[in-house]
C-alpha cells in the first residue's frame, strides 16, 4: 500500500510568488489534514477535509492559503502570494477514519527568499 | 490555551531502555498517540493511547494517565537506528468538529554504541 505522498519535496521561491503544494493520501482515506512546521516551533494543524469537504480550516493562517480537495482524492494548498514568515515544513496526513491514526507524507520544505 | 511537554533531548547507549515523558494541557482530549521522525522523513505513527494504561507493541510501549494529563514512551532494548525525535500529540476535537492532533515540541534521541 502506497504511503501519503507530497509534492515537490523542497520548494524555494522569492516573496511575492506563488507557491502550490499537492497531496495524494493513502488510497481509500476520506480524512486528508495539512499541518505545518515552522522553524523553531512546533507541528501545528492547518486543516481538516472529510472527502471535498473542508471540516474544520481553523488552524489557517490568513486567507493567503488556500487548499482544496476537489474530488475527495488529492489536495493542494496553495500560498499566494508568500511571504517570508511561509518558510517551513508542510505536511499532509490521512486517515481512514476521524479516529484513527494519522499517517504522514515527508512534507514539502517550502523556503520564500 | 494547548500545550505539551517533552524533554527537547535524550542520550541513551545501545540496548538500554529509555523513557520519553510527555504532559500535557489541553482544552480537550481523545487521545494521546507518539510519532517517530528521522531527520528528513515523515512522522511515523508508533502508538494511540485513548484510556489508561499501558499498550504494547513490540519494543516499544505507551502509557497513559488521563488523571495526571501524563503519558510517556517507553523503549526496549535500544538500537543505533532508534535515534530520531520522538513527539507525543494529543489528538482532540476542534470547534467546528474536525480532528486535529496538538503535538509537543518533540524529543531527539541519540543512541549511542
Known amino acids: 500500500e502506497a504511503g501519503v505522498t507530497q509534492f515537490p519535496s523542497h520548494s524555494v521561491i522569492e516573496k511575492g510568488q506563488t507557491v502550490t503544494l499537492r497531496c495524494d493520501p493513502i488510497s481509500g482515506h476520506d480524512n486528508l489534514y495539512w499541518y505545518r512546521r515552522v522553524m523553531g516551533k512546533e507541528i501545528k494543524f492547518l486543516l481538516h477535509f472529510v472527502k471535498e469537504s473542508k471540516q474544520d480550516e481553523s488552524g489557517m493562517p490568513n486567507n493567503r492559503f488556500l487548499a482544496e480537495r476537489t474530488g475527495g482524492t488529492y489536495s493542494t494548498l496553495k500560498v499566494q502570494p508568500a511571504e517570508l514568515e511561509d518558510s517551513g515544513v508542510y505536511f499532509c496526513?490521512?486517515?481512514?477514519?476521524?479516529?484513527?491514526?494519522?499517517?504522514f507524507g515527508d512534507g514539502t520544505r517550502l523556503s520564500i527568499l | 490555551g494547548q500545550s505539551l511537554e517533552q524533554p527537547s533531548e535524550v542520550t541513551a547507549v545501545e540496548g538500554a531502555i529509555v523513557q520519553i515523558n510527555c504532559t500535557y494541557q489541553?482544552?480537550?482530549?481523545?487521545?494521546l498517540s507518539w510519532y517517530q521522525q528521522h531527520d528528513g522523513g515523515a512522522p511515523t505513527f508508533l502508538s494511540y493511547?485513548?484510556?489508561?494504561g499501558l499498550e504494547e507493541t513490540g519494543r516499544f510501549s505507551s502509557f497513559l494517565s488521563r488523571s495526571d494529563s501524563y503519558g510517556y514512551l517507553l523503549l526496549q532494548e535500544l538500537q543505533m537506528k532508534d535515534s530520531a525525535s520522538y513527539f507525543c500529540a494529543v489528538r482532540d476535537r476542534t470547534r467546528d468538529a474536525g480532528n486535529m492532533l496538538t503535538f509537543g515540541g518533540g524529543t531527539r534521541l541519540m543512541v549511542k554504541p
Open positions: 496526513a490521512s486517515s481512514l477514519a476521524g479516529n484513527q491514526p494519522q499517517h
Open positions: 489541553t482544552s480537550g482530549f481523545y487521545g
Open positions: 493511547n485513548a484510556l489508561d
